[in-house]
């Protein structure tokens, strides 16, 4: 049976000794292991991650106590060394990814010897997932310590469904092309069939750096890679809300907060809870309650900001720094305002038990979640769904990415210091209905949006994308099924076929100019031609005199300018009667203009088209303008019998009345039985000869799988191949 495999750095239990050098497991707390709980418990299914020890030479039998303990609780351990986890982990993942990723890039560093070692360890977790899977299994991999897996699996198991949640920020194109491997990067995450953002602008930024640095476009989100649709989506984290909502109630928590409020004082209390990390904006929050103290002076003594920080990546420069920032920043302030009895900041530099954590957000009267960048950010959740009696004021940066769903908050720039001061006065004003509404509208949200809900959501996503790519029309041709057209090729007693010519025979050129035929291909059509029975019609959008200069010594016949122009064997060149061309001196202009804003973009004239090319022109640009023309041509070329068509870098403008199907009839149609066609083609206007043919023809497309023909491969050389395997019969 299938199984669900969920991949993530750390295991959802930490694995430490404790003084006596025992081993202890200590499960994790955090909302991903509770969702994804319910998900690898179950049968066969399993975790891949580091379980956060490190074995050497000498410990062998306690790795080996882990390795049996976790087994049998459906996780995997992948063990990493020191060196490893100072390369991959402090190194290339939080050094070098975690800055650039929230928009930290001078703190990034390009090491070779970090990126090296982010290579061998994602191999060493693709392995561990190699060392279970089986070829139809889910795999589903967290974050961005582990880009490169996704396609390192893919290369293995082809088929299998792989998923990607990526849970930090996606930066925009400008920011992520400072990497030195970002091409690397972005192959590796599209080995996925499934790759999910916290937000809409994540997953924007994520396309715009693929169609950039990938040279891949997207429709709605969809990608085709390697002739696997790729979905791109964002699915919003949630929290285990139950679990907090209960937790706020436990008669353990309301005893911790009696405990806490006799000795804080009847005052009002803001709380701030992060881990230590320079995105949370920690310093930029104390300056804030800084200048809030000067600013409204009758708040001294009266109000008190709780912050709770917990130590992390402490091995990294930054973070040390940063740790001595926050200590400063806190004595200077409680030195400059602090009183005998009033504090202005309780400072925690520790984590707490989860009763503790819920007792503040139950006291606290306004949540102060103010970072400079975070993915989602679930401590404001947290906040909201503990706030049995719905009152409280949630500060919410417009940074994080849990400002898209909770625009009840407070929405602060919070490089905008003093918006955040008087939004802090405005929390503190508010009067009680107003924050009661507020609150539950965004209870209400985050109720629904759980953690359950996500990972459902992700998962079903998956099982999706995967049946929509099997039961696509389109089939990749393996061996067995070339071999079968070769066999009815041979058998049949009347051969034709149609072939589309540029990225169908030859390689898309960006200069049309070089796409001339070679030997190898000219070889192939004479042997085609020489065969009995046996018609070959090269179908292009091209004009009649580059196809009769490039082919026309051999024996095939042409459809050119996508049907306008016809040539059977041993007759001229004909062309469609009575065709209207007064189109032209309306549409011209309109290309003109848009020629003469768009740098290395022109356009050709065909004798019944108009085709505005922008394969010279920059990356994106050509595709905007391309999109422009289109709307500003759909209403007139409705009303002008014209149709619109988008290829390869090219948008072309052509009478209605002419298409490739249309023009395949010539052939098709003689009722002659026993005749065996094949029809091959690239692009968007070889889908209409493909619904041209009749029911037993053989249709294949060239690069990705959705099309109408029934089969597809991956490009002009397995074309030629099979050409040429037909013409060898
Ligand atoms: C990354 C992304 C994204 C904090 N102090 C204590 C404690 N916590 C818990 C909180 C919360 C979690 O830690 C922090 O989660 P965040 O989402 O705020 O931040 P990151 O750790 O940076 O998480 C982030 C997330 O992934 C999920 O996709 O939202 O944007 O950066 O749950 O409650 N828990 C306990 N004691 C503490 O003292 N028990």
């Not at 939004?423 to 004003?429: E, F, H, T």
């Not at 085609?528 to 009769?548: A, E, F, P, Y």
Request: glycine share 6%; proline share 4%; net charge negative.
């Amino acid at each position: 049976m299938a199984r669900t495999i969920i991949v993530s750095n750390r295991l959802p239990v930490k694995v430490q000794r404790d003084d006596n050098g025992d081993l202890q497991y200590k499960p994790s707390e955090g909302g991903l292991a509770t969702g994804l709980g319910s998900i690898y418990k179950k049968g066969d299914n399993v975790w891949v991650g580091w379980p956060g020890l490190y074995f050497n030479d000498k410990n062998k039998e306690s790795k080996k106590e882990v390795t049996e303990r976790l087994s049998s609780e459906n996780m995997e351990p992948v063990y990493l060394s020191e060196s490893e986890i100072k390369l991959f982990y402090e190194g290339f993942s939080n050094e070098t990814l975690w800055p650039t990723f929230h928009y930290f890039n001078q703190y990034a560093l390009y090491k070779r010897s970090y990126y090296e070692a982010y290579k061998k360890v994602n191999q060493k977790f693709c392995d561990a997932v190699l060392e279970l899977a089986n070829p139809d299994d889910t795999i589903w991999i967290h974050d961005y310590q582990l880009m490169l897996v996704p396609d390192m699996i893919r290369e293995k198991l082809p088929d299998a469904s792989i998923g990607f949640f990526l849970h930090i920020p996606f930066p925009s194109f400008e920011v992520f092309r400072l990497l030195p491997w970002r091409r690397e990067l972005l192959d590796g995450v599209l080995g996925s069939d499934l790759v999910g953002f916290h937000t809409y602008d994540d997953m924007r930024h994520f396309l715009s750096a693929v169609s950039r640095i990938c040279y891949i476009g997207n429709q709605q989100g969809q990608i085709t890679k390697d002739r696997r649709t790729i979905v791109i989506d964002s699915f919003p984290i949630g929290i285990d809300y139950d679990k907090y909502a209960n937790s706020s109630s436990a008669p353990s928590t309301l005893s911790k907060e009696v405990r806490f409020r006799t000795s804080i004082g009847d005052q009002k209390l803001m709380l701030s809870i992060d881990r230590l990390d320079y995105s949370k904006g920690i310093p930029a929050r104390l300056e804030i309650f800084d200048i809030f103290l000067s600013k409204y002076p009758e708040y001294q003594g009266k109000v008190s900001l709780i912050m709770v920080v917990v130590p992390s990546r402490d091995n990294v420069e930054k973070y040390k720094d940063l740790k001595e920032e926050v200590d400063l920043l806190v004595g200077r302030i409680n030195g400059k305002y602090g009183s005998m009895n009033w504090t202005p900041i309780h400072y925690f530099y520790r984590s707490f038990p989860l009763e503790d954590l819920s007792a503040f957000y139950r006291m606290a009267d306004v949540a102060l979640v103010t970072p400079m960048r975070d993915g989602m950010n679930l401590v404001c959740k947290e906040y909201v769904a503990s706030k049995l009696d719905k009152r409280g004021v949630l500060i919410l940066s417009e940074m994080a990415g849990a400002s898209k769903e909770l625009s009840e908050a407070l929405i602060v720039n919070p490089n905008d210091k003093h918006q955040v001061v008087d939004a802090i006065y405005k929390a503190l004003k508010m009067p009680v209905d107003e924050q009661e509404k507020h609150m539950a509208f965004m209870q209400k949200t985050i109720k629904k949006f759980n953690i359950h809900h996500w990972v459902k959501l992700f998962l079903d996503r998956l099982d999706n994308v995967k049946e929509r790519q099997k039961t696509m029309g389109t089939k990749v041709m393996d061996t067995k099924m070339r071999d079968d057209i070769i066999t009815d090729f041979k058998t049949s007693d009347k051969r034709l076929l149609f072939l589309d010519y540029d990225g169908t025979l030859v390689p898309f050129n960006s200069d049309p100019q070089e796409a001339k035929p070679d030997k190898e291909l000219i070889d192939i059509l004479h042997k085609l031609t020489s065969l009995d029975n046996t018609n070959v019609v090269i179908i292009s959008g091209r004009d009649k005199n580059t196809l009769q200069n490039w082919l026309g010594d051999i024996d095939v016949e042409f459809v050119g300018e996508h049907g306008v122009w016809l040539k059977m064997r041993d007759e001229d060149w004909k062309t469609i009667d009575n065709l209207d061309n007064s189109w032209k001196d309306e549409i011209r202009p309109i290309l003109e203009m848009y020629s003469d804003k768009t740098p290395r973009s022109f356009i050709e004239e065909k004798d019944y088209s108009l085709v505005w090319h922008y394969r010279q022109v920059e990356t994106g640009l050509g595709e905007l303008r391309a999109r422009e023309i289109i709307s500003h041509l759909k209403y007139l070329s409705s009303n002008m019998n014209l149709e619109v068509l988008e290829g390869n870098k090219v948008v072309e403008i052509k009478n209605l009345e002419v298409n490739k199907g249309k023009a395949t009839t010539r052939w098709i149609g003689s009722g002659k039985k026993n005749k065996f066609i094949l029809a091959v083609g690239d692009d968007w206007t070889d889908e209409d000869t493909f619904k041209a043919m009749p029911k037993g023809a053989c249709t294949v497309k060239v690069g990705d799988l959705k099309s109408a023909a029934k089969y597809s491969v991956k490009d002009h050389e397995a074309v030629r191949e099979l050409l040429g395997m037909m013409a060898d019969s």
